[in-house]
């Protein structure tokens, strides 16, 4: 959770939450099936993976009003409280509301005047990296339209997926989480999930990711400020800019995934950093 108290720690730094043009407020909180979102009073609009897989003991009425308790009451919260949400251990609902807050602020970072990071395209971030057959690939999430592109074209693919459904994807074995340790230092690229923004296991992955050219952090969830990624290791944020608030809302509430938003009402963005950006 460093990273995210880092980040936190910037957004304030940057004086967004109590400018009197911006005073961003949370104007519309929506949990869906897939993804959650929160709109602000400014227009912007972030959304971050619902964490539903870890969710097993919301089984019944009491339990399950004990993982949001605030629901109904969200739009009362002042902004700090929803960013500290990200922090949330116990409550991984309020973990993903806060880290689509997150998204939200980072949407005006981004835009703001003299902002060091920009978005180099828009598409697919696998494009940007250049993976050879000698290359050894690590995938923290399985990511189907990657493994696809990936297939053939690279000596090795490890796929790690949490997911307790999933055993194959796309002809590639899925590796059980306890082997990151002995895999991931061995790889050349590293593609990996922002849900692991959302559920605290990014610091320990990136940790065994230092001997990687390239780290990739993709997804809708991977859409924040990218410094203390950086400053991480990381080399690519893989994210998504939304472009209509409203719709991006209301589809996550019908039970939208992303393939419901893309190129519709937000586009993919990509932000590579830097030689003198890894240095900061």
């Known amino acids: 959770m460093e990273i995210l108290r880092e980040l936190i720690a910037t957004v304030k730094d ?6 009197a043009d911006l005073n961003p407020e949370p104007a519309d909180v929506r949990v869906g099936v897939f993804y959650t979102g929160v709109k602000l009073s400014t227009g912007h609009a972030g959304i971050a993976y619902t964490p539903i897989h870890d969710l097993p003991d919301a089984v019944c ?12 009451k969200l739009l009362s919260q002042n902004i700090d409280t929803l960013i500290n949400y990200s922090l949330e251990e116990k409550s991984p609902l309020k973990a993903a509301i806060g880290v689509a807050t997150l998204n939200a602020l980072s949407a005006i970072l981004l835009e703001k005047e003299g902002c060091p990071y920009k978005i180099d395209t828009l598409g697919n971030a696998l494009d940007l990296v250049n993976i050879g057959k000698d290359d050894t690939v690590g995938m923290i999430g399985a990511f189907p339209p990657f493994i696809k592109q990936l297939k053939g074209s690279c000596k090795k693919l490890y796929v790690f997926e949490k997911n307790p459904w999933l055993k194959r994807e796309e002809g590639v074995e899925l590796q059980p989480e306890i082997l990151e340790k002995d895999v991931l230092p ?95």
């Open 14 to 19: 940057h004086g967004i939450l109590d400018t």
């Open 61 to 72: 009425c009491p339990r399950s009003h004990a993982k949001m308790p605030q629901a109904g």
């Open 186 to 280: 061995g790889c050349d690229v590293l593609i990996i999930t922002g849900v692991t923004i959302v559920n605290h296991t990014l610091g320990p992955i990136l940790e065994f990711c230092r001997g990687a050219r390239e780290v990739m952090l993709v997804g809708p969830t991977a859409s924040l400020y990218p410094e203390p990624f950086f400053r991480r290791g990381v080399t690519i944020m893989g994210g998504i800019r939304v472009t209509n608030s409203d719709k991006v809302m209301n589809i996550l509430t019908e039970g939208g995934s992303g393939y419901d938003l893309f190129e519709k009402y937000a586009d993919r963005m990509i932000i590579k950093r830097s030689p003198v950006q890894a240095k900061i």
